[in-house]
């Protein structure tokens, strides 16, 4: 199974909704699992910036799919 590495990650929010911003490397399973998220809410795709939304909500369940992003997750807010 091929899966994305986390190139970079960080807090933020969509809508007022708190969540992180992933950039990743593409790869058509990761990106057919973010997909496959029941609620489109909770992952958004922005085109613009080549990079993924995920929602608080799912952020432990994604980083199954992203190796990487675990590290990310765990990480205290700086300020």
Do not use: C
Request: no cysteine; proline share 3%.
């Amino acid at each position: 199974m091929t899966r994305s590495r986390v190139r970079q990650a960080y807090r933020g929010g969509n809508n007022g909704v708190p969540g992180w911003w992933l950039h990743f490397d593409y790869d058509e399973e990761t990106v057919s699992s973010l997909k496959a998220y029941k609620h489109g809410s909770q992952r958004l795709w922005d085109e613009e910036k080549k990079r993924w939304w995920i929602a608080e909500d799912i952020a432990e369940q994604v980083a199954v799919l992203i190796p990487g992003l675990e590290a990310h997750l765990r990480q205290k807010a700086l300020l």
